[in-house]
């Protein structure tokens, strides 16, 4: 089955700095990558995605990158703001939008 | 428009126990995942309903099993709770792909189950 390796664990930036997280997956069939952003005792939500026959995709500050070659995919986000931190998981899908494999999530904190 | 609701929001059982967790999906939605999410981990899938039918399922034993019902709501049943069945429980639903290719996976905020 797929797997999902996401890195950083742990990811501490000033505001206003930019945020890179990096994922990669096993199983090149995969077609859908999306981006959840899960604040503590809050559902994960979905924050930006990206299909496989496009290689990246910007909403705001928020943008997302896929190498299908290298089976990688990255999220950015520019001018960070304390807000921004939460948990955030990458997840990729062969099957469509419903069954994913979620990466093991990326702690971001941004300080004042 | 209400999103996801799951019931209870928390809830404690003791080892070898049953136990129901009950989901809502979004206004329109017809299809319902669970996932799993333990302590410091992403979710991981259990199974998905569609058509009150299971349509496909995770790395889960047979003591994990669901319902949906004709009003697309569902319940996941766990039986003979482990310990390591303590976790965050997700709900998520979507629109069938096969009709709305752009329809997006919507979480409810969970039940988090305490096995002691």
């Known amino acids: 089955g797929e797997n999902v390796e996401q890195h950083p664990s742990t990811l501490s930036v000033q505001e206003g700095d930019s945020a890179v997280i990096k994922c990669t997956y096993s199983?090149?069939?995969?077609?859908?990558f999306p981006w959840y952003k899960q604040e503590l005792g809050k559902r994960p939500q979905l924050i930006i995605d990206?299909?496989?026959?496009?290689g990246e995709k910007k909403d705001q500050r928020i943008a997302v990158t896929l190498n299908k070659t290298a089976k990688h995919f990255s999220l950015h986000i520019t001018e960070t703001q304390p807000e921004d931190s939460a948990v955030y998981f990458c997840?990729?899908?062969?099957?469509?939008?419903?069954?994913?494999?979620f990466g093991k999530g990326t702690m971001l904190l941004v300080s004042p | 428009d209400a999103g996801v609701t799951q019931s209870p929001t928390h809830l404690i059982k003791t080892r070898g126990q049953q136990v129901t967790l009950r989901c809502s999906p979004k206004?329109?939605?017809?299809?319902v995942s669970w996932y799993q999410q333990a302590l410091g981990q992403g979710p991981q899938f259990i199974f998905q309903?569609?058509?009150?039918?299971?349509?496909q399922r995770g790395n889960f034993p047979d003591r994990f099993s669901g319902h949906q019902f004709p009003n697309y709501s569902s319940e996941l049943n766990v039986n003979a709770l482990l310990l390591g069945d303590s976790a965050l429980y997700l709900c998520?639903?979507?629109?069938?792909?096969?009709?709305?290719?752009?329809?997006?996976?919507?979480f409810g905020s969970g039940t988090q189950l305490s096995v002691l």
């Open positions: 998520a639903s979507s629109l069938d792909r096969e009709r709305r290719s752009n329809e997006k996976l919507f």
């Open positions: 199983d090149s069939a995969s077609n859908y």
């Open positions: 990206i299909r496989s026959n496009v």
């Open positions: 997840a990729a899908s062969r099957w469509g939008y419903s069954t994913l494999t």
């Open positions: 206004s329109g939605h017809d299809t």
């Open positions: 309903y569609y058509e009150e039918e299971e349509r």
